[in-house]
Nanobody, 115 residues
């Protein structure tokens, strides 16, 4: 079992940037997939980006060219760099870990894009 703690959310103006961090504690070994998801009010949770233990990434079409996912295995941390933010990016962002078939979630961090 792992524990995930997100940080870095906040209020930002359209066009601005934020970097989210997900600190991971617990046993991490073998192939794993770390991901960022988001959920806006009244909408379903959706995939934003994933990164495997080997470094392969997937980004949703809505954030391609604006967001970047990365990981620092030495620090057990996953990052989501968000640039050119839009009001429609407003949501609670959740970190997810998929390790040996077991999925774990963080508590989420609020991102609000508004002028």
């Amino acid at each position: 079992q792992v524990q995930l703690v997100e940080s870095g959310g906040g209020l930002v103006q359209p066009g601005g940037s934020l970097r989210l961090s997900c600190a991971i504690s617990g046993s991490i070994f073998g192939f794993n997939v770390m991901g960022w998801y988001r959920q806006a009010p009244g909408k379903q949770r959706e995939l934003v980006a994933t990164i495997t233990s080997g470094g392969s990434t997937v980004l949703s079409n809505s954030v391609k060219g604006r967001f970047t996912i990365s990981r620092d295995n030495a620090r057990n941390t996953v990052y989501l760099q968000m640039n050119s933010l839009k009001p429609e990016d407003t949501a609670v962002y959740f970190c997810n870990a998929l390790i040996l078939g077991r999925s774990s979630w963080g508590q989420g961090t609020q991102v609000t894009v508004s002028s």
